[in-house]
């Protein structure tokens, strides 16, 4: 069986990435910075593609391994 850990799906800066989006988002809100509201967005963006492309490479290592 194969051992999982957050280093082999890159979860970990999927997970940070989508934190600190939120956190620039809210003070963006809070300070009605657009600048900070927009780079909030785009980093919690990134996170999500991020998580996407780790779960696609996840399932692509685990069919490799079936072969």
């Known amino acids: 069986m194969r051992e999982h850990n957050i280093a082999d799906t890159g979860g ?12 620039k988002r809210a003070a963006g809100e809070l ?14 963006a990134a996170g ?5 492309v780790d779960k696609a490479a996840e399932k692509a290592k685990d069919a490799l391994d079936k072969t």
């Open 48 to 52: 999500a593609a991020k998580r996407t």
């Open 31 to 44: 300070t009605d910075d657009d600048k900070l509201k927009r780079e909030g967005t785009v980093d919690k």
């Open 12 to 23: 970990g800066t999927a997970n940070a990435d989508e934190a600190i989006g939120r956190v």
